[in-house]
């Protein structure tokens, strides 16, 4: 039987709390050198990890040398490291096998979520939460679903739990009866009690993937092995898949040039240019009745978007000699999914759609879709083909230098969001190399390098 305060207090210890310069989340330790399981999208989007606190622990510690040493680009997963001198307490795993969910866990199981004690103290008042001694609040819930897919989150199944989940508390553990971790906090539906979690195998599955750098001829198969994916996720028109294995150094990088040249403009005289585009996409939220499903809304929405690389749109927000057309219809790719989305199943007021569409841009995945652009102009509806892969001593780490052989671009493709809008280069006579680093411990592609063949 769950007794939920022994069972809260036994694992409180192993939970930490994570704060980031955008925002806060949780971690669990799984092994007492340091090792800490979290979701990706609690580290990915911020600049630096401040700190990690621990107040379960007697007494409470915190740790500000903690750093990413792995993040599953597939699933919402991150493993980190907190660089400490006395062992830290480790949550026991329900499963640290590749195994079926059915395996360690029913419907109906009664299971625990734990917050953080300043995120939480309204569900104390209101006797759906139990406050601990560690700073923690308990919340008791049921597994509800065993297997729930949802691709926009991530790969593989989740399963459902009747808890609510409020922000702050991704990446914090879910408890069974025996006080283990079967899962992880993910994500929740706006109009749905509850909240969904990553199986705890699946964590598992992802510490098994992990790949092993520390040979350089081990860096070296994996590079290859990384732009092998990389081309086919290319010439096989997958284009997030490629994106998700691009650099997320060189994306803000791009991301940031891009928004800074926009902004420039927008505030200049482009603004009228934005309300007509808000205008346009408010006109297509209204027209329920028009569309069968929600796939046509958004096919309609990208049509749309598309017509924001024409030059004629361009001059009108200013940027028509400042920025190629496929980094303006990547921005507004963006702008516009998480304003759709905002309004039509958030149903959230015009002006909280805009500022949840500002926050978007500031996303990673959003960033990657900027940095996917450059790939798309350049090699359009080209096929690619590994030529080589060499291996480049570096200071503070290597690089791997992919060198490309392109053949029959065409110009343009809708294969992608931000569709390239200039026509193709003649690919022979270009030698096109990639740059790709160690980053999260795995290899990223940074950039595209075109050159003339020698």
Same mark, same amino acid.
């Given at each position: ?17 994570? #704060? ?9 330790? &799984? ?34 040398? @903690? ?6 680009? #597939? ?106 971790? @079967? ?90 240019? @934005? ?20 796939? #046509?809304?958004?096919? +309609? ?14 001059? +009108? ?22 304003? @759709?989305? +905002? ?10 759609? &805009? ?34 892969? #060499? ?53 990223? &592609? ?9």
């Amino acid at each position: 039987m769950l007794k939920p305060l022994a069972t809260a207090q036994a694992g409180v210890a192993s939970v930490g709390v994570i #704060e980031t310069d955008v925002g806060r989340g949780l971690a669990f330790v &799984v092994d007492e050198s340091g090792y800490l399981l979290t979701n990706r999208h609690v580290v990915e989007d911020a600049d630096h990890i401040e700190h990690i606190s621990f107040p379960g622990l007697n007494p409470a510690r915190t740790y500000s040398g @903690v750093r990413i040493v792995f993040v599953d680009p #597939e699933r919402d997963l991150a493993l980190l490291k907190v660089e400490t001198d006395a062992p830290l307490p480790s949550l026991p795993l329900a499963s640290a096998d590749q195994e079926p969910i059915g395996s360690y866990l029913e419907r109906a199981d009664r299971v625990m979520l734990l917050a953080a004690k300043r995120r939480a103290d309204e569900h104390v008042a209101r006797g759906d939460g139990r406050e601990l001694e560690s700073g923690f609040i308990a919340h008791l819930g049921r597994v509800r679903d065993l297997e729930v897919f949802n691709e926009s989150v991530g790969r593989g199944p989740y399963f459902g739990f009747s808890s609510a989940v409020e922000r702050g508390q991704s990446g914090g553990p879910v408890l069974d009866r025996y006080g283990r971790a @079967v899962g992880i906090v993910t994500w929740t539906w706006k109009h749905r009690a509850g909240g969904y979690a990553i199986p705890i195998s699946s964590a598992a599955d992802m510490l098994s993937e992990r790949p092993q750098l520390d040979t350089r001829s081990q860096q070296l198969a994996r590079a290859k092995g990384r732009a092998e994916r990389f081309v086919a996720a290319l010439n096989g028109r997958q284009s997030e898949r490629a994106r998700l294995m691009l650099s997320p150094t060189h994306a803000r990088a791009v991301r940031s040039d891009t928004l800074s040249a926009l902004g420039e403009h927008i505030a200049d005289d482009g603004q009228g240019a @934005v309300r007509q585009f808000v205008g346009a996409l408010e006109a297509l939220i209204g027209d329920t009745p028009e569309f069968k499903d929600d796939d #046509e809304r958004f096919d +309609a929405v990208l049509e749309l978007v598309l017509r924001t690389g024409a030059e004629e749109f361009r001059e +009108a927000l200013g940027v028509d000699e400042a920025l190629p057309g496929d980094q303006v219809v990547s921005f507004f790719w963006e702008f516009a999914h998480a304003y @759709v989305s +905002a309004r039509h199943f958030g149903e959230l007021p015009v002006g909280d759609a &805009v500022d949840a569409a500002l926050r978007r841009l500031q996303s990673l995945d959003a960033a990657r879709t900027f940095a996917f652009a450059d790939f798309s102009r350049r090699l359009a509806d080209a096929r690619v083909e590994i030529e080589k892969v #060499e291996l480049i001593p570096g200071v503070y780490a290597p690089t791997a230098v992919v060198t490309l052989r392109a053949e029959g671009g065409r110009g343009r493709t809708r294969a992608l969001p931000q569709a390239s809008l200039t026509g193709a280069a003649r690919f022979e006579d270009r030698v096109h190399v990639l740059q790709m680093r160690l980053e999260w411990g795995d290899w990223y &592609v940074a950039e595209l390098q075109t050159r003339a063949r020698g």
